[in-house]
């Protein structure tokens, strides 16, 4: 099956520092997106990234793709409480069941833990 | 509003049984999935559609089935042949072919006693 690898695989910082989460890769990544889960609840969107190079940033949110396209990193500055949660990878990767066909293939994720 | 519903939210089912699990999406997506988490394993694949009356498997099809004879629907099929069954199951859609953001309903846990 095709992976992606997390890492991290789990995170524990104090309040106000940075951290990086970052998600790999063997394959080229046709899309990669960038999701925060809540244990036992949805998925919710953060960001994605299509081209290489490409960052994008929400609040104290900033996630890159690198040039290669098969690395992707998350970082939090100053982090706060309520960025507590599982942060998930996914990535747009051709399937094999025919052309102009895609799959959404996920990381085991990163579980962060923010002490005040 | 637009979104997507995955109902029920917890299942209780006895060893055996078959379950059927709904995902419904008024997005006008083309593309629905089916995923299984289970603690520490982040989401694995189970079946996934691009468009009605066709689907694929997953990395871990065995012990499912699916169908997709409408676009606003996804129903996953917990067989008994599926040999440990009591997992969260989440749904998504998305565009399909274009590279838009997937949408993720609130997940369905299966406890099967």
């Known amino acids: 099956s095709q992976e992606l690898e997390q890492s991290p695989q789990s995170l524990i910082v104090q309040e106000g520092k940075n951290l990086t989460i970052n998600c790999t890769s063997s394959k080229t990544l046709y899309g990669l997106y960038w999701y925060k889960q809540k244990y036992g609840e949805g998925l919710i969107f953060l960001m994605m990234?299509?081209?290489?190079?490409e960052e994008k940033s929400h609040e104290k949110i900033t996630a890159k793709l690198d040039e290669k396209k098969q690395q992707s990193s998350l970082h939090i500055t100053a982090s706060q409480p309520s960025h507590a949660g599982i942060y998930l990878c996914g990535a747009r990767m051709p399937s094999y069941s025919g052309a102009g066909s895609y799959q959404l293939t996920f990381g085991k994720g990163t579980k962060l833990s923010v002490i005040p | 509003d637009g979104g997507i519903t995955q109902s029920p939210k917890y299942l209780f089912r006895k060893e055996g049984q078959n379950v059927t699990l709904s995902c419904e999406q008024n997005l006008n997506h083309d593309a629905m999935y089916w995923y299984r988490q289970d603690p520490g394993q982040g989401l694995r694949l189970i079946y996934y559609?691009?468009?009605?009356?066709?689907?694929q498997k997953g990395d871990i099809a065995e012990g499912y089935s699916v169908s997709r004879e409408k676009k606003e629907s996804f129903p996953l099929t917990v067989t008994s042949a599926q040999k440990n069954p009591t997992a969260f199951y989440l749904c998504?859609?998305?565009?399909?072919?274009?590279?838009?953001?997937?949408?993720f309903g609130q997940g369905t846990r299966l406890t099967v006693v």
């Open positions: 990234l299509q081209k290489g190079g």
């Open positions: 998504a859609s998305s565009m399909g072919r274009r590279f838009t953001e997937a949408f």
């Open positions: 559609s691009q468009i009605v009356n066709d689907f």
